[in-house]
Nanobody, 123 residues
Framework: QVQLVESGGGSVQAGGSLRLSCAAS????????MGWIRQAPGKEREGVAR???????DYATSVKGRFTISQDNAKNTLYLQMNNLKPEDTAVYYC?????????????????WGQGTQVTVSS
């Protein structure tokens, strides 16, 4: 089992920045891929970014150039640096992990999920 705990959400004005963190514990050696998925009110979950154990990252088109995913394997921590935030980025952001051999931003590949952290961007 893998446990994931997010932190760093909050409220900012448009154009501002936030950094989310996700601390992983448990059988972290089994993790092959980690990602961030968000869900806005009344909308389906959307994959935002993912990174493989080897450090290969990918992003949703809507956040490319503004968000950066990174990881500190020594600390078992995942990050999401979010710059130039827009009101449409408002959502609950979930950290997720997968022990399978596929790494994409599709939320269906992830078997482990954190509890989520709220990000609110005002105009």
């Amino acid at each position: 089992q893998v446990q994931l705990v997010e932190s760093g959400g909050g409220s900012v004005q448009a154009g501002g920045s936030l950094r989310l963190s996700c601390a992983a514990s448990g059988y972290t050696d089994d993790i092959f891929c980690m990602g961030w998925i968000r869900q806005a009110p009344g909308k389906e979950r959307e994959g935002v970014a993912r990174i493989s154990r080897g450090g290969v990252a990918d992003y949703a088109t809507s956040v490319k150039g503004r968000f950066t995913i990174s990881q500190d394997n020594a600390k078992n921590t995942l990050y999401l640096q979010m710059n130039n935030l827009k009101p449409e980025d408002t959502a609950v952001y979930y950290c997720a992990a997968s022990s399978g051999g596929i790494c994409t931003i599709a939320e269906t590949i992830f078997g482990y999920w954190g509890q989520g952290t709220q990000v609110t961007v005002s105009s």
